[in-house]
Nanobody
């Protein structure tokens, strides 16, 4: 069983930065791509970013391109999401998930099999 666990969320002012971490047990986590999604109150969960299993390829939603950076340390079974220039509209619960279906697009939620419980990010104006 793979259980991702997110951490690093919190309250930050607009323009500030946070770094989220997604750690999971098991060697199989490091052999898979990992994605980040978020869900704001009253809205559907949406794709934020993803990283290939090697870390050589990253993918971002247009809304975070240039502000967020996804990276990973496979030796630590951990994936990171560095979030800079945060905006109030970035406020949401952020989830990481293992991409169990390589054939599906990175932005498609159904391509991910193991999900964390989420970490709250709140950006004040």
């Amino acid at each position: 069983q793979v259980q991702p666990v997110e951490s690093g969320g919190g309250l930050v002012q607009a323009g500030g930065s946070l770094r989220l971490s997604c750690a999971a047990s098991g060697r199989t986590f490091s052999s898979y791509a990992v994605g980040w999604f978020r869900q704001a109150p009253g809205k559907e969960r949406e794709f934020v970013a993803a990283i290939s299993w090697t870390g050589g390829n990253t993918y971002y939603a247009d809304s975070v391109q240039g502000r967020f950076t996804c990276s990973r340390d496979n030796g630590k079974n951990t994936v990171y999401l560095q979030m800079n220039s945060l905006k109030p509209e970035d406020t949401a619960i952020y989830y990481c998930a293992r991409k169990g279906s390589p054939a599906l697009p990175y932005s498609r939620m159904s391509g991910y099999d193991y999900w964390g419980q989420g970490t709250q990010v709140t950006v004040s104006s």
